[in-house]
């Protein structure tokens, strides 16, 4: 942890930064983005122990060096195939040949400027971009099946690599997108993923973060609701040696409905930080968010849910619950809501809980022959299974369940890291 | 198969067991009796394992087993049920999926051959209909939102399942409406044998108009008062526990046990 007194790890940070947008090969799609990114990347400081939204997260393990290499490892051959289109997006690039995608979804490889977006992160990823997917869906398509995009980052050595997804929804257009992330290795992947929904869109969006242990993942998850529009988004996401998951929606249009569900497993040594923040700028919006977190041996999780009313947004109904377990004492849990209302005529409820397994849920089950590990691991898949059971679409659950039931098992060599 | 001698225990540090003696032999079908707060659930509680619920003295011996040696689960890999007063409710885990862990679980201890899950899913219906709980509660959690009487049917009907050598049950007669009541206690009639034990705890006599016992026995104060045979339960419904708690009968539980 003195790494910051050798050098100065946020200007460290800012100076490769720089040097690696000023130095990538130039992509002629991607020009006027990276040029605005890059001017506003040198207005900004990374963040220190001193910055109040990285007050859980030390960014010490970059010191490994992960931004002084682009990760160039290849991506594992068995993918997990959730649906019959996809695109397979290796280290930040596009692998054409395995691109399937339905009528009526248009692929581009350029990428916009995101207002809303102002961490040094996000910025770092629009300077130094190499490639960009863009998915516009026509006005009033109902895509047939889902569209499954597979980030893989892969590298050996310490490494990182800018993912960028956007997704605009035409008006009365209907989508299910399940974006998964698979790093293997090392690798920090740096990802923005900004979704745009006109009116009567409808999104179905999943968010599965089943990254190994060593990989590092930095990631802001943008939703800009400009239409009358219904959002519902389920993230699953497990620890690894560094996540940092920042999500913003933007309810901008009266009628809007944003639905987030989250799942997220801290076990072993590993990290996740989850900073929500939900915009209300316009009145009559809905949002509800239900997150459910577990930690266990020296697992370490955090969330954050801001939700801000803006002066002018009468009307509003906004729900945030996030309850948590905590599978032993090494483990630990920080949730904090935090409102921030400028309108009297609203709905506003919260709720967060940090608990313990129920010592009479696990007596029942042991009375009845099963042992305590098997009673332990049982009943913490049933704190999120809810969430689990209520996926929408069946080949998710059907991938999530065993995966999850996996990371609740612990890993193995979970109880020799936790010694 | 079950030998309890002198045996005291403790509720978070609380004496509430106070030398306590009963032998349970197969094939016998006992009733404990006493009033509220006398110990009954408590030493339920004891023999199942219950966390914070401590012998501090004398024994109690399953099969010649110590059972204060033992993990919960592996008193009921011996054959140790016990149906709970109150059935603890499990959101998230389904019953079925609860009752295929516990049953391979007890099954694989006790050398019993596996059942696959067609297997399991029939038994587990016929179970059901045993003791007319609808299906439809195997994909429920577990006793998640059950009535009153729906958990004390789930608890026989996973006692059923998992055919235990000795089953206790607490009070699993209280809130039960007669139908309910005559229905439980078919189940649990059709559970007696010459190898099984049965212990019943309960508050009223009613239950043994249905189930009858070979002997009762009367708890009060952390200890055995009375034994006697079925006729016991009818005294006591006639004239309550007063004529037997007001004097002193301290250590009368000894001599009576018929066992
Ligand atoms: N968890 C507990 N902590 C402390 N005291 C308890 C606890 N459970 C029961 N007791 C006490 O133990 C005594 C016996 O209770 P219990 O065994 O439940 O009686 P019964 O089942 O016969 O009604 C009562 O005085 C009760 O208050
Ligand atoms: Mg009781």
Not at chain 1, 243 to 252: I, P, S
Not at chain 1, 254 to 259: M, R, T, V
Not at chain 1, 288 to 301: D, P, S
Not at chain 2, 55 to 84: H, M, N, V, Y
Request: with cysteine.
């Amino acid at each position: 942890m003195s790494g910051d007194t050798a050098l100065n790890l946020p200007e460290d940070l800012k100076t490769r930064a720089l040097n690696n947008a000023r130095q990538a090969t130039p992509v002629e799609a991607l020009a006027p983005l990276r040029q605005d990114a890059l001017a506003a990347l040198e207005g900004t400081a990374f963040p220190g122990r001193k910055t109040e939204a990285w007050k859980y997260t030390s960014l010490y393990a970059l010191t490994d060096g992960h931004l002084a290499a682009r990760a160039e490892g290849a991506a594992p051959a068995d993918l997990p195939t959730l649906s019959d289109y996809r695109l397979v997006i290796v280290n930040g690039r596009l692998d054409e040949e395995r691109t399937a995608l339905p009528e009526g979804v248009t692929l581009g490889r350029a990428a916009r400027r995101l207002e809303g977006l102002t961490t040094p992160f996000a910025f770092y990823n629009g300077a130094a971009l190499d490639d960009a997917v863009t998915l516009d869906v026509a006005a009033n398509t109902d895509v047939a099946a889902p569209i499954q995009v597979l980030h893989v980052a892969a590298g050996d050595a310490p490494s990182h690599c800018n993912v960028r997804l956007e997704v605009n929804l035409g008006t009365g257009s209907r989508l299910t997108l399940i974006e998964q992330y698979l790093a293997r290795g090392p690798v920090l992947t740096n990802a923005v993923t900004a979704i745009q929904a006109a009116d009567n869109a409808h999104l179905t969006h999943y968010r599965l973060q089943a990254d190994a242990g060593d990989s590092l993942h930095i990631g802001t998850l943008l939703f800009q609701q400009t239409g009358v529009s219904r959002i519902d988004s389920y993230q699953l996401m497990a620890g690894n040696r560094l996540r940092r998951n920042d999500v913003r929606a933007f309810l901008d249009k009266s009628g809007a409905e944003l639905n987030m569900h989250g799942v997220f497993v801290a076990r072993d040594r590993s990290h996740i930080d989850n900073q929500l923040c939900v915009e209300h700028r316009v009145p009559d919006c809905t949002s509800n968010q239900v997150y459910r977190g577990l930690a266990g041996e020296k697992g370490r999780a955090v969330l954050n849910g801001r939700i801000h009313i803006h002066p002018g947004a009468k009307g509003t109904l906004a729900e945030l619950s996030n309850k948590n377990l905590l599978l032993n004492a090494g483990a630990e849990i920080d949730t904090k809501p935090e409102l921030e209302i400028y309108n009297d005529d609203v709905k506003c409820a919260h709720g967060a809980t940090v608990g313990q397994l129920d010592a009479l849920q696990q007596f029942y089950l042991q009375s009845r022959g099963i042992d305590a590990a098997e009673a332990k691991r049982m009943l913490s898949l049933g704190f999120v299974n809810e969430l689990i059971m209520g996926l929408p679409d069946q080949a998710v659950a059907d991938w999530a369940q065993p995966w999850l039931a996996a990371e609740l098992g612990g890993r193995p060599g979970a109880d020799e890291e936790a010694a | 198969m079950l030998e309890i001698r002198d045996l005291h225990a403790s509720v978070a540090g609380q004496p509430i067991l106070k030398g306590l003696n009963l032998t349970v032999k197969p094939g016998e079908v006992h009733a404990i009796m006493g009033p509220n707060g006398s110990g009954k659930s408590t030493l339920a509680n004891v023999l199942a394992g219950r966390d914070n619920y401590e012998i501090t003295g004398g024994e109690a011996l399953f099969d010649g087993k110590s059972l204060g040696d033992l993990e919960p689960e592996e008193r009921a890999q011996l054959g140790l049920f016990l149906a709970f007063q109150y059935p603890v409710e499990i959101p998230g885990v389904s019953n079925m999926e609860f009752l295929k862990a516990a049953l391979e679980s007890v099954r694989a201890a006790q050398g019993k051959e596996e059942w696959d899950s067609v297997t399991l899913l029939r038994k587990a219906r016929e179970a059901c209909k045993q003791v007319d709980l609808d299906a439809q509660f195997l994909k429920r959690g577990v006793n998640e939102g059950f009535s009153g009487g729906e958990k004390k049917r789930n608890e026989i009907m996973q006692m059923l399942l998992m055919e235990p050598k000795l089953a206790l049950l607490d009070e699993t007669d209280s809130g039960l409406d007669i139908d309910a009541l005559q229905t439980v206690a078919k189940g649990v009639n059709s559970l007696r044998g010459p190898e099984r034990g049965i212990v019943l705890v309960t508050h009223y006599q009613r239950l043994l108009d249905y189930i009858v016992p070979d002997f009762v026995h009367v708890l009060s104060g952390g200890k055995i008062i009375k034994s006697g045979g079925k006729e016991l339960a009818l005294e006591l419904e006639q004239h309550g526990y007063g004529w037997l708690t007001s004097g002193d009968n301290g250590d009368n539980g000894k001599k009576d046990q018929t066992a």
